[in-house]
């Protein structure tokens, strides 16, 4: 009687410790920037995104429009740089082609010295999957080409970002 007791109590005992502990997911929780580049995969950790709020104010038009602009570091010490430009605010999930006005990618390679734009890419496209007032997420893949002409297009693919935003006005 005294085994079955001990084995009972110490199965209660290790269901109540394996149960009660609970493990949290932090997948949602990171921020980053990942895509590949001619078949090299790039990561940036922790990029900013700032929603700029249209300034009807002034004179220049260049601020009439809300922007949202992503920037990042890889580890390699490339620069990566989102923007986005909304009709009105709030910015919602959707596609956003280089094609308009205000979208687009700008990376500067560390590496090789060459900066890539998507300006002018009619197949290169940011697509916003997620977006509250705290977080933005989303795809984005296409061509790009160099900003100098020289070399011949490059095929960006599975690109991927979260990362927290703030609001500030222009």
Do not use: H, W
Request: glycine fraction near 8%.
């Amino acid at each position: 009687m005294r085994i079955l007791v001990t084995a009972l109590l110490s199965a209660i005992v290790l269901l109540t410790v394996s149960c009660s502990k609970d493990k949290k997911d932090d997948s949602r929780q990171r921020k980053y920037v990942s895509m590949k580049l001619d078949n090299r995969i790039y990561l940036a950790e922790t990029p900013k995104g700032i929603i700029y709020v249209p300034d009807l104010t002034d004179s220049d038009p260049n601020n009439d429009f809300p922007r949202m602009v992503i920037t990042a570091q890889t580890y390699g010490g490339d620069q990566l740089s989102f923007t986005l430009a909304a009709p009105t605010l709030p910015f919602t999930p959707g596609t956003y082609p280089a094609t308009k006005k205000g979208n687009g990618l700008l990376i500067m390679l560390n590496s090789s010295y060459t900066t890539l734009t998507s300006e002018g890419s009619a197949d290169f496209y940011i697509t916003i999957t997620r977006i509250d007032n705290m977080m933005v997420e989303g795809t984005f893949s296409g061509t790009l080409k160099e900003t100098t002409g020289a070399g011949g297009p490059r095929g960006l693919r599975d690109g991927s970002f979260r990362t927290t935003i703030t609001q500030v006005s222009q």
